[in-house]
């Protein structure tokens, strides 16, 4: 902050696609030589942001300048030529060009038409010098690890004059040794006087580099603070918002105590397990009935939990016992034959199967544990999918369409049948209420309750923290990949208590409390 | 607003229509050219006439596409069938040629029994490269596709093995119930195949893998297991089909039985409705897809049109009948028509436009 004039301005932007206000009269400035953090919940639009601002999506409203007159890239290599330049969250180099070639691609210093491969590589060393990194040009990007990688795609970032660099979750697939060699170049750029705007879900990395800290909100813009004014506690405040709760509340019943619950066996029972690069080593204990909440923010490592408890990825290290039994939950096959659902976050990718009927993506689970061979009879399919279309109210109530026809929130619950079907002792819900209307949520919620009346065990994740406070027993807090607390879910715990869990990532005295 | 309109909608809805139409336009119009074209007359107890033709002709191009259907539903691709048929009818023949009495019935079978033992393992090979070593589909089916030649040419050591075997003659041209036995072994293949998809939940759980894997995989499918499968389902119809191939002409050519099959079998299934892209699979569409392809064939010959050019007006023929079907293309043309209704779709499009 050491110039008193922005280089970049971005004045009063809309943008919306069909169906969705993705930008709402949203300012934002960026200085030279500050490290400027985009902060905010998935779908707040950050990216959107981004993307407007180098051209990929055009504005709707609003006037961005650059060093003071008015610019409107046509696209990213525009933006680029003008001093714009953006580094991806996934490293877009060419693995098998050299690194040298990657730099230079498309703009090689040329004689005579012909490229200056001698020129090519010592500009290159020139280059990544000044990024103090001593790497052979000649050798394939693939060769290195993706720390180097981003370092590299820096590089060919910085070369065309940058005045603005935008780092698109530049960290997510770092170790922490590789983040601090990030930072380092990142401070040298930034006293070199290059405006950084740097987006990450990390709040350490945030505190540990940016100057100063933008908020968006759904849409629209929540506020600019330097980081000094803003603590870790007010930013999560900011950033998931207070919303009032237009749910109707779930009716007060006599939430079973979780001493209670926890008198008998677990159902599950981890200890230490871990992925690298997912998750940290983390323990945890489900009992049947019981509903375990997983809070914490977008990236914190929520998913990656879910998935290493369902097989979907398999874990480098850590035991799990399924019943007082120790196993192995290495593929999504053993972890169903284990009693185990799972829907994921992601619906469309990793949920339903478009093509297929309501009624075939609702016994698919239960066919593939039984075995293409002992097909179910059709009249125990009626029942079944009749039964569930009932009572999870979905709409249309005809098995036979197809699923893609179906709204978000119906699809969500066809997947919940999916699993229901099965009859699965514990469910992992990842996001079950994301995107979809607010009946259908609270309709969700509803269900979660009987279920763990009924005697399921459940494993509840969502971003909404009302949503797990209203119902867990139990609440684990995910930061940074790392399970930083488990909370017992009575009167003394509220929203505040879980963000300020989340902002400071204090350790397992909450729990004992 | 009349039922009889609602009926009409819904059969030109129905995704097999245009495939019919197709079928019966060309007949027609073969029929106009040439109008003994439909005639059917009885010989020695056998039908036999244009038609009877078509269907004889077009048994080897509809087993091998069935087999190709449930390798594209997967999301693959099968470019090697084309080369089983060479390999299979190869094995078979030389086996016959060395025999002491080519017409023992039982040596037949045991030559088939042998082509089709071959046929699993080939099946298996593409199925594993697949499936557990993971190369793409398009690619690891080539090798068999180029090499498969070669292995035949190896089989015959270069030479087209000519037989003189009544019982194997009879797979490609002999009769049954006055109808060429070759069709009740297409008919046969459907039933089978057919049975074995929607009989079982088999059909439901390939379609389930070709329309999006990853979930499928959550859902506690092993769809390894399924994707090799249809590989050696596929290359086994290849082989029965090869038998037919070579049982036509009585002579094993390695270079030259079963080529540019593969392509007719995808366009076969491509026509008859089932996506390159995976998922929903169509059996009955695709043995339509055979027949038009096959009276296609017939009908270049038929018209003299010279076989240099004869390639050419095939490829002008499918291109037309590939759009009619194309549902994008077909709302374009009803737009443009004063007074035609809007398309219903129209709201879902606009939502999927919605970045994630």
């Known amino acids: 902050m050491t110039d008193s004039r922005p280089v970049l301005t971005m004045t009063g932007i809309s943008k919306s696609f069909p169906g969705v206000r993705a930008l709402h009269n949203v300012d934002f400035r960026l200085f030279p030589g500050e490290v400027h953090a985009l902060m905010g919940e998935n779908g707040a639009g950050k990216s959107t942001l981004i993307k407007v601002l180098t051209g990929v999506y055009g504005i709707d409203d609003g006037i961005i300048t650059l060093g003071g007159e008015q610019v409107a890239f046509s696209g990213p290599m525009q933006a680029a030529a003008a001093g714009v330049s953006t580094v991806y969250q996934e490293v877009n180099l060419c693995p098998n060009l050299s690194v040298a070639e990657n730099i230079f691609i498309g703009r090689e210093p040329r004689r005579f038409g012909a490229v200056r491969w001698g020129e090519v590589r010592r500009r290159a060393r020139q280059l990544l010098a000044r990024l103090d990194l001593d790497i052979d040009v000649t050798a394939p990007v693939a060769s290195y690890s993706l720390a180097v990688q981003q370092m590299i795609a820096i590089a060919r970032a910085i070369d065309v004059q940058a005045r603005v660099l935008i780092l698109d979750e530049p960290t997510s697939s770092l170790d922490a040794g590789e983040v601090e060699q990030l930072f380092r170049i990142m401070r040298q750029l930034r006293d070199e006087g290059i405006a950084i705007l740097f987006v990450t879900h990390f709040l350490d990395q945030v505190y540990g580099i940016a100057d100063r800290i933008t908020v968006l909100r759904n849409g629209t813009l929540v506020g600019e603070h330097p980081t000094a004014e803003l603590p870790q506690l007010a930013l999560v405040e900011k950033m998931i918002g207070k919303e009032l709760d237009v749910l109707e509340r779930i009716e007060e019943h006599p939430r079973r105590e979780l001493a209670a619950l926890e008198g008998g066996t677990p159902f599950v029972e981890v200890s230490d397990l871990s992925r690298k690069g997912a998750v940290a080593p983390f323990s945890l204990t489900i009992h049947a009935g019981e509903v375990v909440g997983l809070a914490g923010l977008l990236g914190s490592g929520r998913t990656e939990v879910a998935r290493l408890l369902f097989g979907a990825d398999r874990a480098d290290r850590g035991q799990v016992a399924v019943g007082g039994k120790p196993t192995g939950l290495r593929t999504p096959v053993q972890a169903i034959d284990r009693g185990i659902g799972f829907c994921s976050e992601n619906r469309r990718a990793e949920g339903i199967i478009a093509d297929l009927s309501v009624r075939e993506n609702m016994i698919l689970a239960m066919q593939a544990a039984r075995g293409w061979l002992r097909p179910i009879p059709r009249r125990r399919q009626d029942e079944l999918v009749d039964k569930y279309i009932k009572a999870l109210s979905i709409r249309p109530a005809n098995p036979d369409v197809p699923v893609r026809n179906l709204s978000g929130g119906n699809q969500q619950k066809v997947l919940l049948a999916r699993w229901l079907i099965t009859e699965p002792r514990l469910l992992i819900l990842d996001e079950p209420t994301r995107g979809i209307d607010i009946g259908a949520k609270a309709e969700i919620q509803k269900l979660v309750v009987q279920l763990s009346d009924g005697g399921m065990a459940v494993l509840f994740i969502s971003a909404e923290l009302e949503e797990v406070l209203r119902l867990s027993h139990k609440i684990a807090v995910m930061r940074d990949r790392e399970l930083v607390a488990q909370l017992t879910n009575d009167d003394a715990v509220d929203a505040d208590r879980v963000m300020q869990t989340i902002a400071s990532g204090s350790q397992r005295e909450e729990a004992n409390q | ?356």
């Open chain 2, 1 to 356: 607003m009349s039922d009889a309109k609602n009926r009409f909608q819904a059969m030109v809805g129905h995704r097999l229509f245009w495939p019919v139409a197709v079928l019966v336009v060309m007949l027609a119009a073969n029929t106009l050219y040439r109008p003994g074209f439909l005639t059917i007359e009885v010989k020695d107890g056998h039908l036999y006439g244009t038609p009877i033709d078509i269907l004889r002709l077009s048994a080897p191009l509809i087993l091998v596409a069935l087999g190709m259907t449930l390798v594209i539903s997967t999301g693959g691709i099968d470019l090697s069938v084309g080369s089983v048929c060479a390999i299979s009818g190869a094995i078979a023949c030389l086996y016959i040629s060395k025999a002491p009495d080519q017409n023992a019935l039982g040596m037949v079978l045991t030559a088939l029994a042998m082509a089709i033992g071959a046929a699993l393992v080939l099946g298996a090979w593409n199925g594993i490269l697949v499936s557990v070593i993971g190369i793409q589909p398009i690619i690891a089916t080539l090798i068999l596709m180029v090499a498969g030649r070669g292995l035949a040419q190896l089989i015959t050591e270069g030479q087209i093995i000519t037989i003189n075997s009544g019982p194997y003659r009879a797979i490609g041209l002999g009769h049954f119930l006055t109808l060429p036995l070759a069709i009740f072994i297409a008919l046969a293949a459907a039933l089978l195949v057919a049975a074995f998809t929607r009989r079982t939940a088999l059909g439901m759980i390939i379609e389930s893998v070709g329309g999006n894997r990853e979930a499928s995989r959550l859902a506690g499918i092993r769809s390894g297991r399924v994707v090799f499968l249809v590989y050696v389902v596929s290359a086994v119809c290849a082989a029965i089909a090869g038998f037919m191939m070579t049982a036509n002409v009585s002579s094993a050519d390695g270079n030259s039985a079963g080529l540019w099959v593969e392509l007719d079998a995808i366009l076969a299934v491509v026509i008859g409705g089932t996506s390159l892209a995976g998922g929903r699979f169509f059996l009955s569409g695709t043995i339509l897809g055979a027949l038009i392809i096959q009276t296609l064939t017939t009908t270049v010959y038929a018209m003299n049109i010279s076989p240099q050019t004869a390639l050419l007006f095939k490829a002008v023929v499918v291109i037309v009948v590939c759009l009619v079907q194309a549902p994008a293309f077909r709302a374009r043309f009803s737009r443009r028509r004063p007074g035609a209704a809007p398309p219903e779709a129209s709201p879902q499009r606009q939502k999927e436009q919605v970045p994630a």
